[in-house]
């Protein structure tokens, strides 16, 4: 397969962690999100806009985001059509840095009024989806290829009308609330998903790679590769007898703390603390209000009934709440809680560098020298 990643990284972006080492052969986008620079955070080094691993240019302004997402279609087009000529078959990764905050329109799809700028991002995002089924199309690879449109999280909703919405759902991304974790996906997939299909039985992202490695017949990993997702192509095709692709969903968030866990139609949330805006109204578009730090209390909510967790079920089912309770020790026990202090037996630690030992990366003749990143980074 030729591989591509055109858009976020956020896999680490010192050399060792850059996608080119990890099985991609293209690469153009940045290398964490496009909020970690100075103009939020003022220690953050300048944001690269990386081509392999080399600095393209900088992103140092808001107009410098504008015309990004236009650069990675273009990309990610150019790469299918090449593909397509070698008769070779691809994996195309295109991960959009909009509509995350700050959120920037290219040429054409920038409002007149600052406040409906939100809707222009998400048609040259449209526009964008179109372009690459245009690729597909016209390469004559359409029929021979899955299409999958999803997105990682909710709402940023501390930046207002610059963040979309969580559709009624409880709170937004950065909490484990359904308003912060549940997706919709998108997915066409010739003479396998049927036209108009609609489901509704839950599945998580770490379960594409097993998906994906099922049905193009890669070999399994080695034993000591754990693979944390499951097979999901019953519920990817909408068959009548698809389940959940997992008992349970654990869903983790900062510092490892386990704060939820879901079986079927019910989720237990577990005491911890959650980020909330506590219904203040956001500020003005393009400005970010602060959250605040709530303790959230355990509690049982009914899914199906009750999908924006508003009430609290769990005296009224102790039976579901001692069940959910053996999944959540043996998660623990498994991959730990920070909430608990449980380190958990099944970790496996991440790559980690010294900051202090990385050296800069390499720029374009046209590009000014970057600035180093903070020590212990």
Same mark, same amino acid.
């Given at each position: 397969?030729?591989?591509?990643?055109?858009?976020?990284?956020?896999?680490?972006?010192?050399?060792?962690?850059? &996608?080119?080492?990890?099985?991609?052969?293209?690469?153009?986008?940045? =290398? /964490?999100?496009?909020?970690?620079?100075?103009?939020?955070?003022?220690?953050?080094?300048?944001?690269?806009?990386?081509?392999?691993?080399?600095?393209?240019? /900088?992103? %140092?302004?808001?107009?410098?985001?504008?015309?990004?997402?236009?650069?990675?279609?273009?990309?990610?087009?150019?790469?299918?059509?090449?593909?397509?000529?070698?008769?070779?078959?691809?994996?195309?990764?295109?991960?959009?840095?909009?509509?995350?905050?700050?959120?920037?329109?290219?040429?054409?799809?920038?409002?007149?009024?600052?406040?409906?700028?939100?809707?222009?991002?998400?048609?040259?995002?449209?526009?964008?989806?179109?372009?690459?089924?245009?690729?597909?199309?016209?390469?004559?690879?359409?029929?021979?290829?899955?299409?999958?449109?999803?997105?990682?999280?909710? +709402?940023?909703?501390?930046?207002?009308?610059?963040?979309? !919405?969580?559709? @009624?759902?409880?709170?937004?991304?950065?909490?484990?609330?359904?308003?912060?974790?549940?997706?919709?996906?998108?997915?066409?997939?010739?003479?396998?998903?049927?036209?108009?299909?609609?489901?509704?039985? =839950?599945?998580?992202?770490?379960?594409?790679?097993?998906?994906?490695?099922?049905?193009?017949?890669? +070999?399994?990993?080695?034993?000591?590769?754990?693979?944390?997702?499951?097979?999901?192509?019953? *519920?990817?095709?909408?068959?009548? %007898?698809?389940?959940?692709?997992?008992?349970?969903?654990?869903?983790?968030? %900062?510092?490892?703390?386990?704060?939820?866990?879901?079986?079927?139609?019910?989720?237990?949330?577990? &005491?911890?603390?959650?980020?909330?805006?506590?219904?203040?109204?956001?500020?003005?578009?393009?400005?970010?209000?602060?959250?605040?730090?709530?303790?959230?209390?355990?509690?049982? /909510?009914?899914?199906?009934?009750?999908?924006?967790?508003?009430?609290?079920?769990? $005296?009224?089912?102790?039976?579901?709440? $001692?069940?959910?309770?053996?999944?959540?020790?043996?998660?623990?026990?498994?991959?730990?809680?920070?909430?608990?202090?449980?380190?958990?037996? @099944?970790?496996?630690?991440?790559?980690?560098?010294?900051?202090?030992?990385?050296? $800069?990366? *390499?720029?374009?003749? !046209?590009?000014?020298?970057? !600035?180093?990143?903070?020590?212990?980074?």
């Amino acid at each position: 397969y030729g591989t591509g990643i055109f858009g976020k990284w956020h896999l680490g972006d010192a050399p060792r962690f850059n &996608p080119l080492r990890h099985g991609f052969d293209e690469w153009l986008g940045m =290398p /964490y999100s496009n909020d970690m620079w100075p103009l939020r955070q003022k220690a953050s080094p300048r944001l690269p806009l990386m081509d392999g691993e080399r600095v393209l240019r /900088y992103v %140092d302004s808001v107009e410098d985001q504008a015309p990004v997402t236009r650069l990675l279609t273009e990309r990610a087009t150019a790469f299918i059509r090449g593909r397509a000529a070698e008769r070779r078959p691809f994996f195309c990764y295109l991960a959009h840095h909009q509509p995350h905050a700050p959120i920037a329109a290219g040429e054409g799809f920038r409002p007149a009024d600052r406040a409906q700028l939100y809707a222009g991002v998400m048609r040259e995002l449209d526009w964008s989806v179109g372009e690459v089924l245009r690729a597909l199309d016209e390469t004559g690879t359409a029929k021979d290829t899955i299409v999958l449109f999803t997105s990682d999280n909710g +709402p940023w909703l501390a930046f207002g009308a610059d963040a979309g !919405s969580a559709g @009624g759902l409880r709170e937004g991304k950065g909490t484990t609330f359904e308003g912060g974790v549940r997706e919709p996906c998108i997915l066409r997939w010739p003479g396998h998903v049927p036209a108009g299909a609609r489901s509704a039985v =839950p599945w998580m992202a770490i379960d594409l790679l097993p998906t994906m490695a099922a049905i193009v017949g890669a +070999p399994a990993p080695a034993a000591d590769r754990p693979i944390d997702g499951t097979d999901a192509r019953t *519920v990817w095709t909408c068959a009548a %007898d698809a389940n959940p692709t997992h008992e349970s969903f654990l869903f983790y968030y %900062d510092g490892n703390a386990l704060e939820a866990v879901r079986m079927g139609r019910w989720k237990l949330v577990l &005491p911890h603390e959650s980020r909330t805006l506590a219904g203040r109204a956001p500020g003005a578009p393009g400005t970010e209000i602060p959250y605040v730090n709530r303790a959230v209390p355990l509690a049982l /909510y009914d899914l199906v009934a009750d999908p924006a967790e508003t009430t609290d079920v769990s $005296a009224a089912h102790p039976d579901v709440v $001692a069940a959910a309770m053996r999944h959540v020790e043996a998660a623990r026990a498994d991959l730990g809680d920070g909430l608990t202090k449980r380190e958990g037996a @099944g970790r496996r630690a991440p790559g980690r560098i010294d900051a202090a030992a990385v050296p $800069a990366p *390499v720029t374009s003749p !046209s590009s000014p020298a970057p !600035s180093r990143p903070p020590a212990g980074t």
